[in-house]
């Protein structure tokens, strides 16, 4: 993939053809060329090895097209692998274009394999960010991630505020869950950690609020109590946290609670974005 940023912003892509008839293969030059207002940009590429293209297009009706096709498939990509085919051929179900619909869908074709492949970078850039500490936020800028505090003891919130930046996060502290609320209206959270012994609303009723928030329902919740018993571990389950620390809590439960969750966010927030494309 390169970006010529002097004569399109939009990401260009090579396309290598195998065994293509020379009819698609023009058909191909001219659908490429005419695509102005398509999201990436795509070229045809001269040379077909290691590292010279992006997607590949297999006419699987040619001499060879079954085998070029499975050899790609194991050195290079199988996702990134595009069947050309007719409907006749009964014997390969997962060919991913027809001949006889070619033009119509080869543009449609080629941008579910880079928005498919976009994603899965972005996926491994969002895991790589978690594990050195960061995000990367809806801007695209990489960020620590935030967590709010929510317990009505300064110490524990001076405490907890100092443990969350020792493993890369920046805590912020509140001491209710109304005031937890009012922040929570105007401000975007990875994490919030919740003391369920509260005066006002408890750490429970705080998770079923959140809960019934389509805003903010994806959002983990970890409750802290001194109470360890199965009836308050259920409680807990049943107003929707996601994590139950009993206190005191190490340095290396916080963490690996911590961790384990923030993975799991983002893992949910790149599945709503994928159905949300697909939408």
Do not use: W
Not at 133 to 157: C, F, K, N
Not at 168 to 173: I, P, R
């Amino acid at each position: 993939m390169s970006i010529d940023a002097t004569a399109d912003p939009r990401p260009q892509y090579r396309v290598a053809v195998f065994g293509l008839a020379s009819r698609l293969h023009h058909l191909l030059e001219v659908v490429l060329r005419h695509a102005r207002h398509n999201r990436y940009r795509y070229a045809l590429s001269t040379t077909r090895g290691p590292g010279d293209f992006d997607v590949a297009l297999v006419d699987m009706t040619s001499a060879g097209g079954v085998d070029a096709a499975r050899t790609l498939e194991q050195i290079f990509d199988e996702r990134a692998v595009l069947r050309v085919g007719r409907r006749c051929d009964p014997g390969r179900p997962r060919d991913d274009l027809l001949q006889s619909g070619f033009v119509g869908q080869v543009l449609y074709a080629l941008n579910r394999v880079v928005d498919a492949r976009r994603s899965r970078e972005r996926a491994e850039r969002e895991a790589a960010a978690i594990d050195a500490g960061r995000i990367v936020a809806e801007d695209g800028v990489r960020r620590r991630p935030r967590a709010l505090i929510v317990d009505d003891t300064p110490t524990v919130r001076r405490q907890l505020s100092l443990a969350l930046n020792r493993i890369g996060l920046d805590g912020e502290a509140v001491s209710s869950a109304d005031e937890a609320l009012d922040v929570l209206a105007m401000r975007s959270y990875e994490l919030m950690l919740a003391d369920v012994v509260m005066p006002g609303l408890d750490g429970y009723q705080l998770t079923r609020t959140v809960r019934r928030d389509r805003g903010l329902r994806a959002m983990p919740v970890i409750l802290l109590t001194s109470r360890s018993s199965p009836f308050d571990l259920a409680r807990g389950a049943l107003a929707g946290c996601n994590s139950y620390l009993v206190k005191p809590v190490s340095m290396q439960t916080l963490h690996e609670t911590v961790q384990r969750q923030l993975r799991r966010y983002a893992k949910r927030r790149r599945m709503e974005k994928e159905l949300r494309f697909a939408a």
